[in-house]
């Protein structure tokens, strides 16, 4: 069990909807930074998105603001802003995807706090707006994915570039946070969704791949550069197998006793099947003869069967739950105030072997009286001022 969170002490602001921003803000929070998110009052846009709890509440704020404190207060009115500012200067570090208001931009908070950490992320760097779903239209993923063939783009249902961009924040946003420890000086953080897009593309070799060659080509499940594709199985499920080295080559061969075929195909074809170029070049001659093996076993005969082949039966959400959620030591369950009870996963950083659990997302608003308390030292009686006059709260 850890005694002290790895960011214990760290107290961050969050002003943020949708995806990136509150990922990376409960990414800190999971490990220990005191996150307060700030809204609306009456929530802000993403509170009641899809997916939806039966009780009708968002599956999606709630996982994504886990260990979080919540505050709301009109951000429209000066005295709201005025508030807000405050904060922002008493925690020192803020976190935020909102466009600049009146009295909350870097140059208004770095003048009331020198030291600042201020991390904001932009759709593009010229301050277009942009969404993961516009980003990958415009990247050229769509029109790789898909079976070889297909015409018309085909989107995935991961925001895989929020995802990253979230993760790239919280990286980002401790960097500045340990520029600061070492020399008592604040940073102002700028990050584009659009760039994290391109960054990831060309750090995988996709940009060079079209710059040096051409575009990579839709090729439907099979696995670029080598060998690697779905079967059928006799129960009728698919498992999909992938091969990086000539060990898993050698033991897929071994494991479908196909070894004397394998000979006599690489003898007529010129080929070495220990190259992986080879293997990618004759893919569809090798799913071939390899597919018969698979159509006459069940997903459960394939365990410990393949020997150090990389392969794994598909499998939908429903089934991922019932089969891996309860003995996963990344889950735990959560009684999720407005949704119950549910398994939840930490934060998938495992620190001298003990897992951190999950924490309940805040109910909207749930901390304003404690946090405005806490920092900024208002008492119950000017808190109360504050909500009357619809400055907080609610």
């Given at each position: 069990?850890?005694e002290v969170a790895p960011l214990t002490g760290l107290r961050v602001?969050?002003?943020?909807?949708?995806?990136?921003?509150?990922?990376?803000?409960?990414?800190?929070?999971?490990?220990?930074?005191?996150?307060?998110?700030?809204?609306?009052?009456?929530?802000?846009?993403?509170?009641?998105?899809?997916?939806?709890?039966?009780?009708?509440?968002?599956?999606?704020?709630?996982?994504?603001?886990?260990?979080?404190?919540?505050?709301?207060?009109?951000?429209?009115?000066?005295?709201?802003?005025?508030?807000?500012?405050?904060?922002?200067?008493?925690?020192?570090?803020?976190?935020?995807?909102?466009?600049?208001?009146?009295?909350?931009?870097?140059?208004?908070?770095?003048?009331?706090?020198?030291?600042?950490?201020?991390?904001?992320?932009?759709?593009?760097?010229?301050?277009?707006?942009?969404?993961?779903?516009?980003?990958?239209?415009?990247?050229?993923?769509?029109?790789?994915?898909?079976?070889?063939?297909?015409?018309?783009?085909?989107?995935?249902?991961?925001?895989?570039?929020?995802?990253?961009?979230?993760?790239?924040?919280?990286?980002?946003?401790?960097?500045?946070?340990?520029?600061?420890?070492?020399?008592?000086?604040?940073?102002?953080?700028?990050?584009?969704?659009?760039?994290?897009?391109?960054?990831?593309?060309?750090?995988?070799?996709?940009?060079?791949?079209?710059?040096?060659?051409?575009?990579?080509?839709?090729?439907?499940?099979?696995?670029?550069?080598?060998?690697?594709?779905?079967?059928?199985?006799?129960?009728?499920?698919?498992?999909?197998?992938?091969?990086?080295?000539?060990?898993?080559?050698?033991?897929?061969?071994?494991?479908?006793?196909?070894?004397?075929?394998?000979?006599?195909?690489?003898?007529?074809?010129?080929?070495?099947?220990?190259?992986?170029?080879?293997?990618?070049?004759?893919?569809?001659?090798?799913?071939?003869?390899?597919?018969?093996?698979?159509?006459?076993?069940?997903?459960?005969?394939?365990?410990?069967?393949?020997?150090?082949?990389?392969?794994?039966?598909?499998?939908?959400?429903?089934?991922?739950?019932?089969?891996?959620?309860?003995?996963?030591?990344?889950?735990?369950?959560?009684?999720?105030?407005?949704?119950?009870?549910?398994?939840?996963p930490g934060p998938p950083l495992v620190f001298g072997g003990a897992?951190?659990?999950?924490?309940?997302?805040?109910?909207?608003?749930?901390?304003?009286?404690?946090?405005?308390?806490?920092?900024?030292?208002?008492?119950?009686?000017?808190?109360?001022?504050?909500?009357?006059?619809?400055?907080?709260?609610?």
């Amino acid at each position: 069990m850890i005694e002290v969170a790895p960011l214990t002490g760290l107290r961050v602001i969050e002003l943020s909807s949708y995806v990136a921003v509150p990922l990376g803000g409960m990414t800190l929070a999971q490990l220990g930074a005191d996150v307060i998110r700030v809204d609306q009052r009456g929530g802000g846009p993403d509170l009641g998105r899809w997916p939806l709890a039966p009780s009708g509440r968002s599956l999606y704020w709630a996982g994504l603001n886990k260990g979080k404190r919540s505050l709301t207060a009109d951000l429209r009115s000066p005295e709201g802003r005025e508030l807000v500012a405050g904060l922002i200067a008493a925690a020192g570090t803020v976190l935020t995807n909102a466009a600049p208001r009146e009295g909350l931009s870097y140059e208004s908070l770095s003048e009331r706090r020198p030291d600042l950490v201020h991390a904001r992320v932009s759709g593009h760097r010229d301050g277009r707006n942009a969404v993961d779903y516009t980003v990958n239209a415009a990247l050229g993923f769509p029109l790789a994915t898909g079976p070889a063939g297909h015409e018309g783009p085909v989107n995935h249902v991961l925001p895989a570039w929020d995802v990253a961009c979230g993760l790239y924040l919280a990286t980002g946003l401790l960097a500045a946070d340990r520029h600061r420890l070492l020399t008592g000086q604040g940073r102002r953080l700028e990050i584009a969704l659009n760039d994290v897009a391109l960054a990831v593309a060309g750090n995988l070799g996709y940009l060079a791949e079209a710059q040096l060659g051409s575009p990579r080509p839709r090729i439907g499940n099979d696995f670029f550069g080598d060998f690697g594709r779905d079967f059928a199985t006799a129960d009728g499920r698919r498992v999909m197998v992938v091969v990086l080295t000539s060990r898993h080559w050698r033991d897929l061969v071994a494991a479908t006793g196909l070894a004397e075929v394998v000979a006599a195909l690489e003898r007529a074809l010129n080929a070495d099947f220990l190259r992986e170029s080879d293997r990618y070049a004759y893919r569809e001659t090798l799913g071939g003869i390899l597919a018969p093996w698979f159509a006459a076993r069940t997903v459960a005969s394939l365990d410990g069967a393949l020997g150090s082949v990389l392969w794994a039966p598909y499998r939908d959400f429903g089934e991922l739950v019932r089969d891996e959620l309860p003995t996963s030591p990344l889950m735990a369950e959560l009684d999720q105030p407005g949704i119950g009870p549910h398994l939840a996963p930490g934060p998938p950083l495992v620190f001298g072997g003990a897992q951190l659990p999950p924490r309940p997302a805040p109910e909207l608003g749930q901390h304003t009286d404690e946090v405005l308390g806490e920092l900024l030292s208002l008492s119950s009686s000017e808190v109360a001022g504050l909500r009357a006059r619809g400055t907080v709260g609610e």
